[in-house]
């Protein structure tokens, strides 16, 4: 008799988070970026439906698009979103590097959600050569909004990040660790140290924004060796690469074990010289890519699974 096949072991899931706006790209950048609430949720929920398990989410003044952390601004999309679908929400801490930390946090001490942002270091911040590819703009803040950030640093002091975790924490947000260069590692590491931070750790490594690590294959092992060596088996990788390097730094985090966030709140593109129609665009692109490579896209529940999240029900939206 002809020996049994071993089992077949469970494909590993991925988690895709999506970022649905942000704070960097602006109006004028591309006709598709969600500004007011109603986009905003049209476009979370059809990237939702395409695979994303987690919608990273910022919101904006309607009639401008200047980014906007007021908890009102995100009070007429936040429950919509919640009740069209399962996929968990995870709400900025970041909002726009021109912010201070106690408005940048108040969204997220509101609504009390799942999974809140955090960035883990201070850093240069530079948009400024983006205003050069524009003639014109539609609105009066674009242009100083990317051409101030030449004297820019985004703050992320000890402090700031010790005043929201100190905000957050008791609400049993768990965060997304969003680390632009190795150094920002070492922080998390500090604060792991100190307990101040609960495994698993959700680090989103950001690859390819100019004042951060860049984009070349060399750049992401290092993060992930260093990840390796600092957190072992008590962090959850995921990465964004920022612009054209979205989807190549996908491809290779996911064969490395990671999962892969994108969203045009990192890249309006969807493919050499050609716009994003919407973020679920890209969203079943990074899904083709895991499948590609006999993976399975996660689902919202796994997501939380994975992640050791509260769950939708304890949150405040």
Known sequence: MAEAAPAKKPNRKVIITCAITGAIHTPTMSPYL?????????????????GAAILHLHARNPETGQPDQTPEAFAPFLPRIKQATKAVINITSGGSPYMKVEER????????????????????????????????????????HLENTRDLVFRNTFKDIEYILSTCYDNGTRFEFECYDIGHLYNLAHFLERGLVKPPLFVQSVFGLLGGIGPHPEDVMHMKRTCDRLFGNQYRWSVLGAGRNQLPIAAM????????????????????????????????????I?????????SPDEAREILELKGADKTNI
């Open 253 to 288: 985090a996911a064969s490395m074990g990671g999962n892969i966030r994108v969203g045009l709140e990192d890249s309006l593109w969807a493919g050499k010289g050609r716009l994003a129609t919407s973020n679920a665009d890209q969203v079943k692109l990074a899904a083709k």
């Open 34 to 50: 969600p500004i007011t609430p109603d986009e905003i949720v049209a476009d979370a929920l059809k990237a939702a439906e395409a």
């Open 105 to 144: 946090v108040l969204p997220a001490a509101t609504f009390k959600p799942e999974v809140a942002s955090l960035n883990m270091g201070s850093m240069n911040f530079g948009l400024f050569h983006l205003a050069d590819k524009y003639k014109e703009f539609k609105f009066p803040w674009e242009k100083a």
């Open 290 to 298: 895991i499948e590609g490579l006999g993976l399975e896209v996660a």
